[in-house]
């Protein structure tokens, strides 16, 4: 399977951006997804994962309230919806998949990483 980030761009403090993660190659219906970024100098860290099923989401502390991750198993695509955003969101953002359909903050247990979009916020 491939995965394709996209969507990513310029928005200003307070706006909103939605990222997209198209998966080719086979169903990704039962497998969990998960969203990642990086900012310059610093680690990759977990920002928000999904079930297989889509019926379980786990975010992490610093976007939780503010960052929605969905999934239409019949688009073979996941979404991070990302509102009132903080120029501390901005990163390089990558989507990953798992062979298992539970969802991980784990990057290490990822198996398949898309190529990454930019997400920039200015303040």
């Known amino acids: 399977v491939q995965l394709q980030a996209f969507g990513g761009g310029l928005v200003q403090a307070g706006g909103s951006l939605r990222l997209s993660c198209a998966a080719s190659?086979?169903?990704?219906?039962?497998?969990?997804m998960g969203w990642f970024r990086q900012a310059p100098g610093k680690e990759r860290e977990f920002v928000a994962s999904?079930?297989?099923?889509?019926?379980?989401?786990v975010y992490a502390d610093s976007v939780k309230g503010r960052f929605t991750i969905s999934r239409d198993n019949a688009k073979n695509t996941v979404y991070l919806q990302m509102n009132s955003l903080k120029p501390e969101d901005t990163a390089v953002y990558y989507c990953?998949?798992?062979?298992?359909?539970?969802?991980?903050?784990?990057?290490?247990?990822?198996?398949?990483w898309g190529q990454g979009t930019q997400v920039t916020v200015s303040s």
């Open positions: 990953a998949g798992r062979e298992s359909p539970y969802r991980s903050r784990w990057d290490s247990e990822y198996d398949v």
């Open positions: 999904i079930t297989g099923s889509g019926l379980s989401t």
């Open positions: 190659g086979r169903t990704i219906s039962s497998n969990a």
